[in-house]
Each structure stands twice: as C-alpha cells, then as structure tokens.
C-alpha cells in the first residue's frame, strides 16, 4: 500500500504535467453528464441509494445552513465567452457575469494571459451581515469564499452567488469565545442574488 502524500510531495517537487489542468476542466465538464447517464440506467433498491448519496442535505462544517437548496448556476450563466485573436477564432478566455471577491494580495495576469476576467465593478469587499440572535444587520468586510454550492471552479474564483458561504470580518462586532479570544472571521451565507442587487446580503452561522 502507498505511504504518505506521496503525489503531492511528487508535485511539490516536480510540478503537474503541462496537461493536467486541461485535462482536469475536462474531466470535470463531463462528470455531470455521466452523473446523469448514470442515474438514468440505474433500477432497484440502487437507484434509491444512489439518489440520496447524490441529494444529500447540504451542510457547511457543522453549521445547518439557512439556504440547504439553491439552484446551481450553469456555467453558460456564469461564464461568458470571450472571443480573441484576429479573426476572433480563439475562444480559450472567459469573463464571470456574477459578482465575485477577490482578495487583496491578488495580482493580474498579463491582459493577453488572463483565462477567468473578473470585471473590477463586480468586484465586492463588503457584505450586509445579519446576526440572527441580535436581528440586527452590520455591513462587515469578506474575507474570503468558503464555498459555493454550484461548483469548486466559481468557489476558486471567488464567485458570489446566492447560498454561497463566505467568511467575514466580525472583529468589530466584539465576539468572543469561552477561552476570552476575539473571534476574528466567521461564516456567513448569502440570501440574495447579488447581480441583481447591487448589495451582498448574508446571514452569519451561529
């Protein structure tokens, strides 16, 4: 049997091949078709166990979440298609739709290089967070995205959707735990569609 992390010492040491990533996206573009495929030729006493495998209660850490169900957002939604080149041949670039964080020790691509563009006017550092014991509403900086229910690409990417769960600042609302520490980051999920808002809306895990 294998020892240790050996794939990630492997990588650590080596790096990935140059076709990982690629073929990665692939892979993760056709799971859901198989998913369905799948799920379509199943009968029996499998097909029930398959199905509630599948439609598990969505759960952060061990918060219940407010939003357990959201519709997830297709990737034609999120990611629009930027054509490049002279003859706008190329269709290798995206551009995200929705509004995302992005952090602030992040650096940009070259222009020409950059696969994800995240438009700066769909880029929010502050969310309306509410306290559900307190009922009152405080807007608190974003530290990062926890997850998003939709998928791991738009989590990397920052991508801010409703049900998403991100981690806030809430150093200033004077939290503290047993041990007497200021709590400094907490999670919160999202309740509203921020596209169409113009506001982040969220609602923190107590």
């Known amino acids: 049997m294998s020892q240790n992390k050996y794939i990630e010492l492997h990588r650590k ?3 990935y091949r140059l076709d990982y990533h690629e073929k ?4 993760e573009g ?3 078709h198989e998913r369905s495929k ?3 030729k199943m009968i029996g006493l499998k097909t029930k166990l398959y199905h509630k495998q ?3 209660k969505e759960k952060a850490g061990k918060w219940e979440v407010p939003l357990p169900k959201v519709r997830a957002q297709g990737e034609t939604e999120v990611l629009k298609v930027i054509r490049t080149g002279k003859r706008k041949k190329k269709a290798w670039k995206r551009m995200v739709t929705k509004v ?3 952090g602030d020790g992040f650096t940009r691509k070259p222009p020409k290089y950059e696969r994800f563009i995240r438009p700066m006017g769909l880029r929010f550092k502050k969310a309306h967070v509410t306290h559900p014991a307190l009922k009152a509403t405080f807007c608190l900086p974003i530290l990062g995205v926890k997850k998003n229910p939709s998928s791991p690409l738009y989590t990397t990417l920052g991508v801010i959707t409703k049900g998403t769960i991100i981690e806030v600042n809430v150093s200033e609302l004077g939290l503290v735990t047993q041990g007497g520490k200021v709590i400094w980051g907490k999670y919160a999920q999202v309740t509203n569609n921020p596209e169409n808002d113009g506001c982040i809306n969220a609602v923190l895990l107590v």
């Open 30 to 32: 056709r799971e859901a």
């Open 38 to 40: 799948k799920a379509k």
């Open 13 to 15: 040491r080596c790096g």
């Open 54 to 56: 599948r439609h598990r």
């Open 24 to 27: 990665k996206r692939k892979k």
């Open 100 to 102: 995302c964080f992005v």
